[in-house]
């Protein structure tokens, strides 16, 4: 993982956190419902010209709500929060790809919300030099409010779990490089007629598999890969070279004939070596990698040759 990546100074501290959603539902005093008026009234179509996206929206993304939530009431309109779920997931996400995949191309609309949700202590924005050149790369997060707010999100699955806060800056790159990686198999996932259903990412994996193993410490070493096998085959992931293989992403899904599955996937950088690689392909999992193009780093498919070729930033 690349090491190297400077944070702008912030005047807002750090968080980092996780959860679960809980199963008590979240509680929506009633709100405002119309579309915002200034939206609506300056949108109107002249005659003979093309209606867009941007200038007219659906108006449910419109609609707002007014959230209570240990004690505070927050304003949101349904796309914020549907910003705010899927931040959550992935902890960290760029916002040139919030743009892509989740408004369209619509950067007015996009950066209007962001500004909303940080001006209501919901979500931190940062911007980090990454690369050789020193690019800028803008990531959000929520903060522990915003996490607040989706950990009860009933459209959200259960065991769906959710983070605040930003990690190692050496480490958000490729990070927010995941949240690229599963658009590219999402799609695919879905062009077959998948449901996509929860995202796993390493950090509960590692979580879930370090706390059991760490009991099997002083078992004696026959016993302790007794139980690495055991454990392993339990969330269902291979050994290699006598490890548990953790991918950097999990997406579950279903089938078009409604069975469970899922996919594991990994994103390499440069500094993989190729024993590394190696190790990856022969657990099976679905690598991706970075490849350099104009405007900075994007996660592509690149096939599972990607173990002998060289990446580059």
Same mark, same amino acid.
């Given at each position: 993982?690349?090491?190297?990546?400077d944070?702008e100074p912030d005047?807002e501290?750090?968080?980092?956190?996780?959860?679960?959603r809980?199963?008590?539902p979240?509680?929506?005093?009633?709100?405002?419902?119309?579309p915002?008026t200034?939206i609506?009234t300056r949108?109107?179509?002249?005659?003979?010209?093309?209606?867009?996206?941007?200038?007219?929206?659906?108006s449910?993304?419109?609609?707002?709500?007014?959230?209570r939530?240990?004690?505070?009431?927050y304003?949101?309109?349904?796309?914020?929060r549907?910003t705010?779920?899927?931040i959550?997931?992935f902890?960290?996400?760029?916002?040139?790809?919030?743009?892509k995949?989740?408004?369209?191309?619509?950067?007015?609309?996009?950066?209007k919300?962001i500004?909303?949700?940080?001006?209501?202590?919901?979500?931190?924005?940062?911007?980090?030099?990454v690369?050789?050149?020193?690019?800028?790369?803008?990531?959000?997060?929520?903060t522990?409010e915003?996490?607040?707010?989706?950990?009860r999100?009933?459209?959200?699955?259960e065991?769906q779990?959710?983070?605040?806060g930003f990690?190692?800056?050496?480490?958000?790159?490729?990070? #927010?490089a995941? $949240?690229?990686?599963? +658009?590219s @198999?999402? !799609?695919?996932?879905?062009?077959?007629?998948?449901?996509?259903?929860? /995202?796993?990412?390493?950090?509960?994996?590692?979580?879930?598999i370090y706390?059991?193993?760490?009991?099997e410490?002083?078992?004696? #070493?026959?016993? $302790?890969a007794?139980r +690495?096998? @055991?454990? !392993?085959?339990?969330?269902h992931?291979?050994?290699v070279?006598?490890r /548990?293989?953790?991918?950097?992403?999990?997406?579950?899904?279903?089938?078009p004939?409604?069975e469970?599955?899922?996919?594991?996937l990994?994103l390499?950088?440069?500094?993989?070596?190729?024993?590394?690689?190696?190790?990856?392909?022969?657990?099976?999992?679905?690598?991706?990698?970075?490849?350099?193009?104009s405007r900075?780093?994007?996660?592509?498919?690149?096939?599972?040759?990607?173990?002998?070729?060289v990446?580059s930033?």
């Open positions: 993982m690349s090491r190297g990546y944070f005047s501290r750090e968080q980092v956190a996780e959860s679960h809980p199963v008590k979240l509680t929506l005093p009633k709100g405002r419902t119309a915002d200034d609506s949108n109107r179509q002249r005659p003979g010209r093309r209606q867009d996206s941007e200038r007219f929206p659906d449910r993304i419109y609609a707002r709500r007014e959230i939530v240990h004690g505070k009431t304003d949101l309109s349904s796309r914020e549907d705010l779920r899927e959550g997931r902890r960290t996400i760029a916002t040139d790809d919030l743009l995949h989740r408004y369209s191309g619509m950067a007015s609309a996009m950066n919300e500004y909303r949700l940080q001006q209501q202590g919901l979500l931190l924005r940062r911007s980090i030099s690369g050789k050149n020193r690019d800028t790369l803008v990531i959000v997060a929520l522990k915003g996490l607040n707010i989706v950990r999100d009933e459209q959200l699955p065991n779990a959710i983070y605040a990690v190692k800056p050496a480490e958000v790159p490729h990070d #927010a995941i $949240y690229q990686m599963y +658009q @198999e999402a !799609a695919q996932i879905e062009a077959k007629g998948g449901k996509i259903r929860r /995202i796993v990412l390493d950090y509960e994996l590692k979580k879930n706390s059991k193993l760490a009991k410490r002083e078992s004696g #070493a026959l016993e $302790y007794r +690495q096998k @055991e454990i !392993a085959a339990e969330h992931l291979p050994m070279d006598g /548990i293989a953790l991918p950097d992403l999990r997406i579950e899904y279903e089938t004939e409604g469970l599955d899922h996919v594991d990994e390499a950088t440069e500094h993989y070596h190729r024993g590394h690689m190696d190790a990856k392909a022969r657990a099976g999992f679905k690598m991706y990698g970075f490849v350099s193009t900075g780093r994007r996660a592509q498919w690149e096939g599972r040759e990607l173990s002998t070729i990446l930033l």
